[in-house]
Structure formats: structure tokens, C-alpha cells
């Protein structure tokens, strides 16, 4: 008996879906990414749900953590978050770990940060899902784009996806175009996600399935994927730094809503993200109605099944 799956057509519709294009000259050997997520995507509420990171080789991640670390130690910090950064008091002061510095040396330590990033040859790989739209969808449908495998014999789905938690859409997406990337070059890929005990355990399930499922020839590529302690992975934190800032133009863009400086005193996370993608050595996927529709209709579901 011939079993068809339809994961193979959702692969290739996920590798169209590029804003914007980097320049052909940036797609070096990518051996790790580094990656992390913002907002959940549990409810329309969040708005957006972001899954991004940074990747480069293995060597050069070495160095850079340790370069990183020491920017952090220079100004007293064990750990960054973006969430912390820039998170504000009643009277518009920085809070935590932040709380006794000015706005000046705010913005001297973010700049650190990103000339940091700028010296390295990393490669942002990002995606973003409009939570509004996502959720506009039923159950089936939903099931689908979080990856949950279809049996077009039996007419059924054989695995389970995670229709309320958008934060596999873009995670597949990541994982997806992260192969291409190696299988352009030949190297085997190695994801390294921040640790959160809500998804980790069906994310590594959903690696599982891939590796069992896929009809293409990008799963010889895929490598280890984990989940580590930002604490303890440094490169983590930077994949923060932009799953955040991401995260923040996207709300915005998606939304309707002015991209413009809120606050003057430090800098804001949309124009950290401008200056991160200056390079344009990145890869950007939006999701939205338009984008998902595509998906489904290249599946080979009937979207008529009734549940």
C-alpha cells in the first residue's frame, strides 16, 4: 500500500515564504543556531508570536559568547533579557537589574551589544505569526500548520499538532529553512533552543516526527536540537535580543500601528531591530491570513473534514 503524507507539500510552500531575500553572498556554512521565542502564541491577545534567532558556525560561536559575556561582566550584568531592558517604572525609569542606571549608559551598553553582533558573521532566521489570524482558523486547520502529520489514506490525522499554541508554526518554519540553508552547503544543523518547560517536550516530538516523516531529503541534515539555560549558553541571550526586537516590529507592522521611537531617552527594540538587520544578512518569514491560506491549499487535506 502507497501512504502519501502531506508534510512534504507543507515543507516546500514554508520555503517561499521569504521577506525580505538576503544577498546570495551571505549563505555561508551554517552549522548552529541559537534560538528563542517571544510571546507563546496562546491567545489572540499576544498579538504575535515570534521564533528567531542567530546562526554561524561552531568556532565563531565560541569566541563570541566570550566576547559577549565580557561585555556583560564590564557593565555587572550575569544575564540579559530584553524583557527586563526595557521594561519601565511608573515614572519612566529602567527596572531590575537596571534600575540605578542612567538612560546614557542604557543606551552605551545596548550599543556595545550590537557592534558585537555586527563584527560577527551571523545570519538571522526569524519567523512571525499574527496570533489574530492564526486563531481565525478551526481546529483542523490549526492542527495542520502546527505540523501535525495527515494520512491522506486513512483520511486522518496521525499525529496531534498543537492547535492552540501558534508558537509551532513559526517553529517549524525555523526548523524548516534552517535545513536549507545547511542542505545548500552541504552541513549538518544543530538548533540550540532557550529552555522553557510549557513547549520543549512536544517541540522535540515534533523533531521526532520530521525525522520519520518527511518525504524531502532535508532531514539528513538535521542534526541535535535542544533546549539550554540561556545562563549557561550565552548566544542564547542574543537570540532574546532579537526574537524580541522582532517581535516588537512585527506587532506593530502587522497591526497597523506607527513604527516610530516611544521612548527618546533609550533606544527603542524596533530600532535595535533596524540596526540589526542593516546587514540584511537575515531571513525574515511573516505569517499572516495570506501566507497561511497558501499552506492549506497546498496541503492535500480537505478542509471539509468535520471533527
Known amino acids: 500500500m502507497c501512504i502519501r503524507y502531506s508534510r512534504g507539500l507543507y515543507f516546500w510552500y514554508l520555503g517561499k515564504l521569504v521577506y525580505p531575500t538576503a544577498n546570495a553572498a551571505t549563505n555561508s556554512a551554517m552549522l548552529k543556531f541559537h534560538m528563542d521565542e517571544s510571546g507563546l502564541g496562546k491567545n489572540k491577545d499576544e498579538q504575535v508570536c515570534?521564533?528567531?534567532?542567530f546562526a554561524t558556525q561552531n568556532s565563531s560561536w565560541k569566541t563570541f559568547q566570550k566576547h559577549w559575556s565580557n561585555v556583560l561582566a564590564e557593565y555587572g550584568i550575569d544575564e540579559f533579557h530584553s524583557k527586563e531592558f526595557w521594561?519601565?517604572?511608573?515614572?519612566?525609569?529602567?527596572c531590575g537589574k537596571y534600575a540605578e542606571w542612567s538612560f546614557a549608559k542604557a543606551n552605551r551598553f545596548m550599543g556595545r551589544l550590537l557592534r558585537l553582533i555586527s563584527s560577527y558573521n551571523l545570519h538571522l532566521l526569524s519567523?512571525?505569526?499574527s496570533l489574530e489570524d492564526f486563531f481565525s482558523y478551526p481546529v483542523s486547520q490549526r492542527k495542520y500548520l502546527t505540523g501535525a502529520v495527515y494520512h491522506s489514506n486513512k483520511q486522518e490525522f496521525i499525529t496531534s499538532g498543537k492547535p492552540n499554541a501558534a508558537y509551532f508554526v513559526p517553529f517549524n518554519l525555523v526548523i524548516i529553512r534552517g535545513l536549507e540553508l545547511g542542505a545548500k552547503q552541504k552541513e549538518m544543523v544543530h538548533f540550540v533552543f532557550d529552555e522553557q518547560n510549557e513547549f520543549s517536550p512536544k517541540a522535540l516530538e515534533r523533531i521526532a516526527e520530521m525525522r520519520k516523516f518527511d518525504n524531502s531529503s532535508l532531514t539528513q541534515f538535521l542534526g541535535d536540537t535542544v533546549y539550554c539555560s540561556s545562563f549557561r549558553v550565552p548566544a542564547l541571550q542574543c537570540a532574546d535580543l532579537a526574537a524580541f526586537t522582532c517581535r516588537e516590529f512585527y506587532k506593530r507592522k502587522m497591526y497597523g500601528?506607527?513604527?516610530?521611537?516611544?521612548?527618546?531617552g533609550v533606544v527603542t527594540p524596533m530600532e535595535v531591530f533596524g540596526v540589526i538587520i542593516r546587514r540584511r544578512n537575515h531571513r525574515i518569514f511573516k505569517l499572516q491570513r495570506a501566507e497561511m491560506d497558501g499552506i492549506l491549499k497546498k496541503s492535500t487535506i480537505d478542509l471539509k473534514i468535520k471533527w
Open 50 to 53: 515570534c521564533v528567531g534567532g
Open 257 to 264: 500601528l506607527p513604527i516610530m521611537a516611544e521612548d527618546r
Open 127 to 129: 519567523g512571525t505569526i
Open 87 to 94: 521594561q519601565r517604572r511608573k515614572d519612566g525609569g529602567l
